[in-house]
């Protein structure tokens, strides 16, 4: 079946420095990517989404690329602070389908003071 | 202040016993969705609906059972057929009418365990 695969698993930053986090997916019929923020203990919230017509998309600290023929997406957090420590999960997904939507396993960031 | 909510907060059950999850939203979303959360994998759909008195089966609809009477409601029933109920369960909601059919807004959530 249809998968995404996200890496690292876990990661640790200095606070200040910046955070990638990749991931692969298979569907070539995706054409959205959102990602998502699961702080301790909280919600899921949506943080950033990219579409297929788009290479980058930047919103002040965070930023995502898109690699369509590589199948390829990636988070960036540039400097980072303690708040941004989470887990954080991406997705790949048919826009315009409710059931498409395939979820990578998550990253958990740490930000160390 | 506008928003998901999920009750109970955490939840056991017994064997061979039925539970509900509730969900309840106030954002006059059409879309409800049901997700489950287990450790070092992401979020796999168990049911979701489009609008009231409507649902479909998600990848892991089996054990499970949903209603969707309101459109503010989306229980969700774990039955005795689910014979690994113990996960993180979320509920979550998005907005028709536009392309975009992604869960936009997600609850806090309800762990359920086994006794």
């Known amino acids: 079946g249809e998968n995404v695969e996200q890496h690292p698993s876990t990661l640790s930053v200095q606070e200040g420095d910046s955070a990638v986090i990749k991931c692969t997916y298979s569907d070539s019929a995706s054409n959205y990517f959102p990602w998502y923020k699961q702080e301790l203990g909280k919600r899921p919230q949506l943080i950033i989404d990219i579409r297929s017509n788009v290479g980058e998309k930047k919103d002040q600290r965070i930023a995502v690329t898109l690699n369509k023929t590589a199948k390829h997406f990636s988070l960036h957090i540039t400097e980072t602070q303690p708040e941004d420590s989470a887990v954080y999960f991406c997705a790949a997904s048919r826009e315009t389908s409710y059931d498409k939507v395939i979820f990578g396993p998550g990253t958990s960031l740490s930000v160390i003071p | 202040d506008g928003g998901i909510t999920q009750s109970p907060k955490y939840l056991f059950r017994k064997e061979g016993q039925n539970v509900t999850l509730s969900c309840e939203q106030n954002l006059n979303h059409d879309a409800m969705y049901w997700y489950r959360q287990d450790p070092g994998q992401g979020l796999r759909l168990i049911y979701y609906s489009q609008i009231v008195n409507d649902f479909q089966k998600g990848d892991i609809a089996e054990g499970y059972s949903v209603s969707r009477e309101k459109k503010e409601s989306f229980p969700l029933t774990v039955t005795s057929a689910q014979k690994n109920p113990t996960a993180f369960y979320l509920c979550?909601?998005?907005?028709?009418?536009?392309?975009?059919?992604?869960?936009?807004?997600f609850g806090d959530g309800t762990r359920l365990s086994i006794l």
């Open positions: 979550a909601s998005s907005i028709m009418g536009t392309a975009l059919r992604q869960p936009q807004h």
